[in-house]
């Protein structure tokens, strides 16, 4: 079974009545770093994820079980939280944030090069836009996917370009290829714009199975 071994100590001396009934009784109280972000996946839904990351401050594990999330003095909702062993980061979820809105839009366009046309050039193009309507900025992950060739195919070509420039994204579980992700700040009432392109290069007499448009 997972877990650790450890005794927790109170920092004062507490009283738990013999009542045969379960007690929440406060040991401890640190302070921790936190990071708020924001992730999308606008190839499949507009919505935009709220997530925190704290850092463990104790010399002791965190058990696994519900936490309650405020934002100041406003609460927002129990989350559950796992076992997180010493000096560890929680990623908490936070559900959607409704105030930053994200629209993707693509255009495709097919064309052949080549001695008698023997290229075909699939090009798709990208445009997201991301509206931050909060009063502060926002640090937001926008992550992307692009066809990969399979294994051993190679005489099918994928070249990608980005603006401004993004990076791999390969998410620690795996199973994940031609991910990619921007990661960026909008200021408050800002619209940003991301373009990203790639194009698919093939022998003219192929096509891809169901159909040569990768992008709707």
């Known amino acids: 079974m997972e877990g650790f ?3 927790y100590r109170a920092e004062l001396p507490v009283d738990i009545p013999s009542d045969g009934r379960f007690h929440s009784i406060p040991l401890m109280a640190r302070a921790a770093t936190a990071r ?6 606008p190839r499949e839904a507009p919505d935009v994820f709220r997530f925190a990351e704290i850092g ?20 927002l909702m129990t989350v559950p939280l796992r076992l997180t062993p010493s000096k560890g980061v929680i990623k908490l979820g936070l559900g959607v944030e409704q105030r930053i809105k994200v629209a993707r839009n693509t ?9 008698m046309g023997g290229t075909l050039n699939l ?7 991301i509206r931050n309507q909060l009063r502060v900025p926002a640090q937001i992950e926008v992550r992307e996917r692009v066809p990969v060739p399979r294994d051993g195919d190679e005489q099918i070509k994928v070249t990608a370009t980005a603006k ?3 990076e791999t994204y ?23 714009q991301l373009h990203a392109s790639y194009s698919i290069g093939m022998p003219a007499k192929m096509e891809i199975a169901s159909g040569n448009r990768r992008e709707a």
């Open 164 to 166: 401004p420039a993004w």
């Open 107 to 115: 255009a495709f366009a097919e064309s052949a090069s080549g001695l």
């Open 56 to 75: 463990n401050p104790l010399d002791a594990p965190l058990l696994s079980g519900p936490a309650d999330i405020y934002a100041g003095n406003t609460f």
């Open 123 to 129: 090009k798709h193009d990208i445009h997201i836009e």
């Open 170 to 192: 390969d998410p620690p579980e795996g199973g994940l290829r031609g991910g990619y992700v921007w990661k960026v700040q909008v200021q408050p009432a800002e619209a940003l």
């Open 36 to 41: 708020q972000f924001y992730v999308t996946v």
């Open 5 to 7: 071994d450890y005794a």
